[in-house]
């Protein structure tokens, strides 16, 4: 099983980019669909994008499509997440996770992974 140990995070202000990173231990990191998912202050944590073992199939939801992009080097066990045009409202710890079983259709359900890093707070700052 993989461990993961995301970073990248910080203050920013609105409209700047960010990368985030989620490193993973292990020598199966192709065999996991991957995960960000984003908890803001006193809110459920939520979906942001996942990606398929080989890093050929993506998802996230409309309302982040154009400003965020997941992608991942297997070749150095990492993941990313690429954030440009920041918003206030972006502010939150992210997470990245991991599973071996779950599609990147089902990967809106964070139940549908096992494997969690500890978070990186991003805060955007108006």
């Known amino acids: 099983q993989v461990q993961l140990v995301e970073s990248g995070g910080g203050l920013v202000q609105a409209g700047d980019s960010l990368r985030l990173s989620c490193a993973a231990s292990?020598?199966?990191?192709?065999?996991?669909?991957m995960g960000w998912f984003r908890q803001a202050p006193g809110k459920e944590r939520e979906f942001v994008a996942a990606?398929?073992?080989?890093?050929?199939?993506?998802y996230s939801p409309d309302s982040l499509k154009g400003r965020f992009t997941i992608s991942r080097d297997n070749t150095k066990n990492t993941m990313y997440l690429q954030m440009n045009s920041l918003k206030p409202e972006d502010t939150a710890v992210y997470y990245c996770?991991?599973?071996?079983?779950?599609?990147?259709?089902?990967?809106?359900?964070?139940?549908?992974?096992?494997?969690w890093g500890q978070g990186t707070l991003v805060t955007v700052s108006s």
């Open positions: 292990g020598r199966t990191f192709s065999s996991y669909t």
């Open positions: 996770a991991a599973d071996r079983r779950t599609l990147v259709t089902m990967a809106t359900n964070l139940r549908n992974f096992e494997v």
């Open positions: 990606i398929s073992g080989s890093g050929g199939m993506t």
